[in-house]
């Protein structure tokens, strides 16, 4: 019986975000057409530009999330919040914003703003669970994802979130069934199965483990993760031509996602346990 020390099991930190209330702040009504104004009457006298509004720098922020640039949208939400503090779902979005860029803190205070302006923002609760949980405060994360949960209980992510958060204080069977609840709602989720794969790799049931990372790997053929941690646990299994096929197939999948720091890792975890397997 081989005997592996120190397995290497890559863990996914959720990434999902919510991206809810981000649409645009029209004015309720169009304005009447107005002719247009004939040359020969045009004031030689240039006007003003009108000052943007609110709505209009929520507006510009929303295209920016959209175009992928946070900064500039954290910008333009500031911009909306000064002229009106009232709107949570500029402080939302402005979170998310924040959130992206891995400002975990500045992500919270809004929106602890989004949760004191609208209480039963459920969306403002999952993402704020989720910064908590980036911060190791998982208490406070499981309390702001039962919290999501219960003013939107229909929303698998937020299990996902509360189970991670619960399996890294090893609370793993409260955990797989946060995991099951999320597979009940979204049963083509593949990071759902990742996790739950990763708490029965935790509490020693293998088998289990292999299966979650084969529907994983169904839903999403380029989970380079999920390739690792099966391979890990296949040769935990005593199955060495498929673990090496498969921490062979994450490698190759991390270099081609640019993620040769990882692409490294797992060929090093695959030498590591060929020198353990021929002890």
């Known amino acids: 019986m081989i005997k592996f020390n120190n397995l290497s099991i890559t863990v996914l930190i959720g990434s999902i975000f919510f991206l809810a209330n981000i649409t645009l702040n ?60 009232t709107d949570a779902d500029a402080y939302y979005n402005r979170g998310y914003s924040y959130l992206v860029l891995e400002q975990f803190e500045s992500a919270i205070d809004d929106y602890n703003q ?37 003013l939107e209980s229909n929303y698998p992510d937020f299990y996902i979130y509360l189970g ?22 979204n049963e083509n989720n593949p990071k759902a199965y990742y996790n739950r794969a990763l708490a029965y790799n935790r509490i020693g049931k293998s088998l289990q483990a292999v299966e979650d990372y084969d529907k994983a790997l169904q839903l999403n ?4 993760e999920a390739y690792h941690n099966r391979g890990v646990t296949r040769f935990k299994l005593e ?3 498929t673990a090496i096929a498969d921490l062979k197939k994450a490698a190759e999948l991390f270099q081609a996602q640019g993620n040769s720091k990882n692409a490294e890792h797992s060929l090093e975890t695959l030498e590591k346990l060929q020198q353990q397997s021929s002890l």
Request: glycine share 2%.
């Open 26 to 85: 029209l004015a309720d009504s169009f304005s009447q057409e107005v002719p247009e104004t004939p040359q020969d009457n045009v004031s030689e006298e240039s006007e003003e530009e009108p000052s943007l509004t609110a709505v209009d720098w929520y507006n510009k922020g929303v295209d920016e999330i959209e175009a992928g640039n946070y900064q500039a949208a954290i910008d333009a939400f500031s911009e909306s919040i000064q002229l009106d503090e």
């Open 114 to 150: 989004a949760i004191e302006l609208r209480p039963d923002f459920a969306y403002a609760y999952g993402n704020r669970c989720y910064a908590y949980y980036q911060l190791k405060n998982h208490e406070q994360a499981i309390k702001d994802c039962s919290e999501a949960i219960k």
């Open 164 to 185: 991670n958060a619960k399996d890294d204080l090893q609370m793993h069977q409260a955990a797989i069934l946060d995991y099951n609840q999320a597979i009940a709602l």
């Open 221 to 224: 053929p380029n989970f380079a």
């Open 239 to 241: 199955e060495r031509e």
